[in-house]
C-alpha cells in the first residue's frame, strides 16, 4: 500500500512535466521525453514509493499489540495500525509526518513549479481556442492531483485523536481507488480513436433507449 501511494506521488509530479514538456517546450519534446528520460524517471518513482514502504514496514515491526488486533478500517494502512498499537508509537507518527513532507509534499510542488510555467505559457496564447484546447489537456490531470494529494494529506496529517472509520473509509476511497483509476482515463480519453469509441457506444446506447421497443 505504502509503495503504490508514494509511487502514485512521484508519477504525478512525473505527468506535471510531461505537460511542462508538450506545453512549454514542444519543439523539445522528444528529447526532454525521451526513451532515456522516460525509463530513469519511471524507475525513480517506483525506487521512491519502495524507500517509503521500506522505512514505515521496519518501524512497524517494533510494535506491541495486545487485545483486540483487529484495525478498524477497509484495510491495513499506517494510522489504524498506530490506532491500535499498546507501545508507544511516537517514532511511527514523527516518520509518517515527516515522510508525507519528502514523498508527499516534494512532488506536489514540483506540480505547482511546472504548472506555474504551464499557465504563463497559457496566458501568452493569443487565441481563446487556443488557450482553452491547451488548459483542457491539464484540467484532468489537475484535479486528480488536487485529490490525491489533498486527500492523503488528510488521512496522514490528522491528529490520531481525530480517527474515524466513516471519515477514513472516503478519505482513503477517493486518493487510493478514485484517483489512480482516473489516471488512464485521463490519457485515453486524450486519443482520437478512444475517443470515437466512446461516442459511438453513448450513441448506440441513446438510439437504443429512444426506440419504439423500448418505450
Not at 528520460?37 to 514509493?49: C, D, K, T, Y
Not at 514496514?57 to 483487529?70: E, I, Q, R, S, V
Not at 516518520?95 to 499557465?119: D, K, N, R
Amino acid at each position: 500500500l505504502m509503495t503504490f501511494a508514494g509511487t502514485e506521488c512521484a508519477l504525478l509530479a512525473v505527468m506535471a512535466y510531461d505537460r511542462y514538456a508538450a506545453i512549454c517546450e514542444p519543439l523539445r519534446y522528444s528529447q526532454l521525453m525521451s526513451r532515456k528520460v522516460r525509463v530513469p524517471l519511471a524507475a525513480a518513482s517506483w525506487i521512491w514509493g519502495l524507500l517509503d514502504s521500506a522505512i514505515h514496514t521496519a518501524l512497524a515491526t517494533d510494535l506491541a499489540f495486545c487485545g483486540a488486533n483487529k484495525i478498524h478500517h477497509i484495510f491495513c494502512d499506517v494510522p489504524p495500525l498506530l490506532k491500535i498499537a499498546c507501545s508507544d508509537t511516537y517514532l511511527n507518527e514523527v516518520a509518517l509526518h515527516t515522510a508525507s513532507v519528502f514523498v508527499g509534499l516534494s512532488p506536489f510542488l514540483l506540480v505547482v513549479i511546472s504548472y506555474t510555467y504551464i499557465l504563463s505559457t497559457i496566458l501568452q496564447i493569443r487565441s481563446n481556442i487556443g488557450r482553452r484546447k491547451t488548459f483542457s489537456t491539464c484540467a484532468a490531470h489537475l484535479i486528480a492531483v488536487i485529490v490525491y494529494f489533498g486527500m492523503a494529506n488528510v488521512n496522514y496529517n490528522r491528529p490520531s485523536a481525530g480517527y474515524s472509520l466513516g471519515v477514513d473509509t472516503l478519505v482513503s476511497t477517493l486518493y487510493c481507488i478514485i484517483t489512480p483509476m482516473l489516471n488512464p482515463l485521463i490519457y485515453s480519453l486524450r486519443n482520437k480513436e478512444v475517443k470515437g469509441a466512446l461516442q459511438k457506444l453513448l450513441s448506440t446506447q441513446e438510439m437504443e433507449s429512444s426506440s419504439p421497443g423500448r418505450q
